[in-house]
């Protein structure tokens, strides 16, 4: 490697003084010319006012110079070829040049890397009765007769050679030397390095290929270096021994030089690694800096356009696009990415329209089996980020980080992560590396937005959460992946049911997809996906709920989602028939009728539909009886009350802020919508909280 020198610029001079150039004595103009010798075009110049002296180019004045004494005049520095110092004017420092070089060839050399008269290292292979046979390489092997050599080497021992000959059958020649001091230089074979994409160019054939290790992965035979170059990544196969750990001094995000053999395995393409060493300094910064700009062009999210009108969407599409780009910079990256949700309709939703987008691109950058390593879809049953749920993802993450090297991963949060309930979690995450984004529609409260990578909020928009996550979700996915906008673009439709949207891109998102689903296919399959969810509890349940978001059979979508829906509305009437009874309903003075259920006594526990559900489903009949007039419903258990509202101007995560600050030693917290959500409190004090509660509804604003 060589550096500029600094002192001089890389010019191997030094500028001492200056003085009056002697042929135009400081007038800058040549004195004398001779007319036939110009060219034309000098003849013009010389008649428009003269012609510059060309020894000092017009500036009448000639620089004094003598040679650099940091360079000694060359200009630049080496860096020496065999003790790694740096050095003016040579190649070898003075010490090294004084010792005599052992050239160590690397397992890729063949004989073009071989030089007559030059000294190498080899290793006693076997003997013969005409010689000995000494392995330079793993696959050069030469010979020293019998009549050059007066003692009988070892099996195995290393042994100082010199190449008398290289025969035009590739026979070599050799001789023993004798040397007691000298200098190790290895040889690398000097390929040109190739990019990923070029490799089914040279299939069979020596490639030399530079770039980042983004994962290792220890097999029952080879070892596996998925390694990242500007434009793609490929699979690097080194053997060692069968299960045993090859180059165990690379670790994961090491910027490598490989020299290799491409081939096609199970249809990929994969190099058999002949040699792999760890680049430092300027190589590996050069490598790594070209690598992050390319990454960088490419995790550009496609220019899309919003499937329907909404003035919220656009303003918010800036940050939309932001969180489209850090999902494509992790896959491009290799880095995992965890999507976690609330376990709802709509949050099921917007994951999977973001799934359907990410698996594609993650198998194209990773290999077929790269969704298992790089991607992992979890339903969180509160609608925030719990202690239990990072708890899972941080075990997860660290195992995958020790046994293949991984990256900490990128952690989605969708119809979750917007309030100050998803704060410990995500401080415990980012202490190990983990970072976070979230795209959810909860009312913020601003308190996390300073641990995230992204927010996207139609709260920050003017909106509110009549823009599902769903719809979110789903534009954000055709950013990623456009090729999928034809089977996700119904999901929208199917999230802004579940969630009783009633915002306007609700009823445009259900028109864009009205040919092929109906309003009630709609409904089936928004209580289908809660339904399942329930049962599926912790579990992402893929299969299943692609088939019910009909991603998969159509035959076997309608016949799961007709079944689902019926055990759902089975369950709910067997529920209700037990709960409705027991609802106590009052007329507060805005109003505003309120209807309280103690879901704890009067409801079937641990089935479905859950206490929320249940005070839902209670709801919708309430107002139903009650039409046209302002309807709040709680159910309400030992530490805990779910809220809905109609027509009622309601600030829940308000509520809890207040409530908490007045009731001293009641632990309340909670949150969600501003007119549906949840609260918690320690069981002592349920009857101050739910009174207080029941006081703060009947002041508020009504219409």
Known sequence: MTIECKDCKGTGSIIISEKECPDCKGGGMQKSISLDKLSEKDLSKLMSGGMKCTKCNGEGKISVTEPCKACAGAGKFFTC???????????????????????????????????????????????????????LNPQLR?????????????????????????????NIELIPKN??????????????????????????????????????????????????????????????????????????ESIVKVIGEPSMRNGAMQVEIRSMKQLWGGDATGIKE?????????????????????????????????????????????????IRHHADADGITSAIAIERALLPLIRDVGGSDASYHFYRRSPSKAPFYELEDVTKDL??????????????????????????????????????????????????????????????NPAYAGGDYGI?????????????NPDVTEEIKHLPAVSAVGDRSEAPEAESYKSLVAEKYKPEDLKCMALALDYEAFWQRFNDGRGIMNDILNLGSSIRHQQIVRLLYEQANLAIAEQLEASMPNVKTQKLPNGAVLNVIDVENFAHKFTFPPPGKTSGEIHDRMCLKYSGQPVVTIGYGPDFAVLRSRGVKMNIPQIVRELRSEIKGAGVNGGGHLVVGSIKFVEGMRKEVLARLAEKIGMAGTG
């Open 179 to 252: 040397l007691k001091e000298y200098q190790v230089i290895e040889v690398e074979k000097q390929l040109p390095r190739r990019k990923t994409t070029e490799l089914t160019k040279y299939l069979g054939k020596p490639v030399h290929i530079s770039g980042e290790v983004i994962q290792i992965k220890q097999t029952g035979g080879p070892t596996i270096f998925t390694i990242s170059d500007e434009d793609s990544t490929v699979q690097c196969a080194a053997f060692e021994k069968a299960g045993e750990r090859a180059y165990p001094d690379i670790k994961s």
């Open 468 to 480: 599902t996550t769903g719809m979110l979700g789903t534009e954000i996915a055709r950013m990623i």
């Open 81 to 135: 070829t065999v003790c790694g110092r740096t050095v003016a004017g040579e190649e070898l420092c003075e010490s090294c040049a004084r010792k005599s070089l052992i050239h160590v060839l690397s397992p890729e050399c063949d004989t073009r890397e071989l030089e007559i008269g030059k000294i190498y290292e080899g290793r006693v292979q076997g003997h013969a009765n005409f010689g000995v046979f000494v392995n």
């Open 290 to 338: 070209r690598i992050d700009s390319a990454i960088d062009r490419r995790a550009e999210p496609h220019d899309t356009q919003f499937l329907v009108k909404s003035e919220v969407m656009e303003k918010l599409k800036p940050g939309m696009r932001n969180a489209a780009r850090l999902i494509r910079k992790a896959v491009l990256k290799s880095r995992p990415i965890i």
């Open 395 to 456: 075990t997860f993450a660290l195992e995958d980080h020790e046994r293949f090297g991984q990256k900490m991963p990128l952690v989605v949060l969708m119809d979750n992560g917007a309030t100050e309930e998803d704060m410990p979690s995500m401080k415990q995450a980012i202490i190990y590396g983990m970072d976070i984004m979230v795209i959810d529609h909860h009312h913020p409260d601003g308190t996390i937005d300073s641990l995230v990578l992204e927010h996207v």
């Open 142 to 170: 030469g010979l020293i007769h019998s009549s050059n050599i007066n003692f009988t080497p070892e099996v195995g021992d290393k042994i100082l050679i010199e190449v008398r000959n290289i025969a035009s059958n590739g």
